[in-house]
């Protein structure tokens, strides 16, 4: 998938038209759809503009990983990256007991 496939898809998922990504990132619409149309690539800059307007990471856009952070779960993600070894173990067993009770929720649903 292309740069420019991945913005259109998101794009589309948040709901917000090519004029609505164009005025957070303070250029026209017409100029970000040359961007979803790979007519043009944007500069790193403008790249990472674009990223947080979509509130994704750029990994994502640019194809590094097929995983589609949001910013707020990337956020979490940094934040517990930043504890001791022994909080992350508690916070893991949690998210891990959470997971699993969901996961059981969805089967038996």
């Known amino acids: 998938m292309t740069f420019g496939?991945?913005?259109a898809i998101v794009r589309k998922r948040r709901k917000m038209s090519?004029?609505?990504v164009g005025k957070?990132?303070?250029i026209n619409?017409?100029?970000y759809g040359r961007y979803e149309r790979d007519e043009v690539k944007p500069t790193i800059d403008m790249a990472n503009k674009i990223a947080n307007a979509l509130k994704v990471s750029l990994d994502f856009l640019v194809?590094?990983?097929d995983l589609e952070l949001d910013t707020e779960t990337l956020k979490?993600?940094?934040?517990i990256s930043k504890l001791s070894d022994d909080n992350k173990k508690h916070i893991y067993?949690?998210?891990d007991a959470l997971i699993r009770d969901f996961k059981t929720k969805e089967a038996y649903a």
């Open 29 to 31: 619409g017409d100029a």
């Open 63 to 65: 194809g590094n990983t």
């Open 18 to 20: 090519q004029a609505d």
């Open 5 to 7: 496939e991945r913005l």
């Open 76 to 79: 979490r993600v940094e934040d």
């Open 24 to 26: 957070i990132i303070n």
């Open 93 to 95: 067993i949690l998210l």
